[in-house]
């Protein structure tokens, strides 16, 4: 199954910005970049995860939650299997692991995100943001 591995993350003041990385690699035999939604989520101490954001590797449509629209943006570059989420105007309760997670292989990748089924997920890279 692939494997994902998130880094960018760290400490940051609020109103600054870092830039998320996710390397996904060990595709299955048949398998590419292109048939994958790859999400970005988040989890918050005595919170329960949010989906943040996500994005459909073969056209490039993506989803934002409400509480970081206008502030993160993500895409992906298929030639290096990466999907990014630059985060601006971070705010303190911003402050979480970020994880980014896969779902997929589909044919054709669900548009509705809720439909989407996230099966693999990476180890998490933390965001802190100073007050």
């Known amino acids: 199954e692939v494997e994902l591995v998130e880094s960018g993350g760290g400490l940051v003041q609020a109103g600054g910005s870092l830039k998320l990385s996710c390397v996904v690699s060990?595709?299955?035999?048949?398998?590419?970049?292109?048939?994958?939604?790859i999400g970005w989520f988040r989890q918050a101490p005595g919170k329960g995860n949010e989906e943040v954001s996500s994005i459909i590797t073969e056209d490039g449509s993506t989803y934002y939650a409400d509480s970081v629209k206008g502030r993160f943006t993500i895409s992906s570059d298929a030639a290096k299997n990466t999907v990014y989420l630059q985060m601006n105007g971070l705010k303190p309760e911003d402050t979480a692991v970020y994880y980014c997670?896969?779902?997929?292989?589909?044919?054709?990748?669900?548009?509705?995100?809720?439909?989407?089924?996230?099966?693999?997920r990476g180890r998490g890279t933390q965001v802190t943001v100073a007050s």
């Open positions: 060990r595709f299955p035999l048949g398998d590419t970049f292109d048939h994958y939604a």
């Open positions: 997670a896969a779902a997929g292989p589909y044919r054709v990748v669900p548009r509705p995100p809720e439909e989407r089924v996230y099966r693999r």
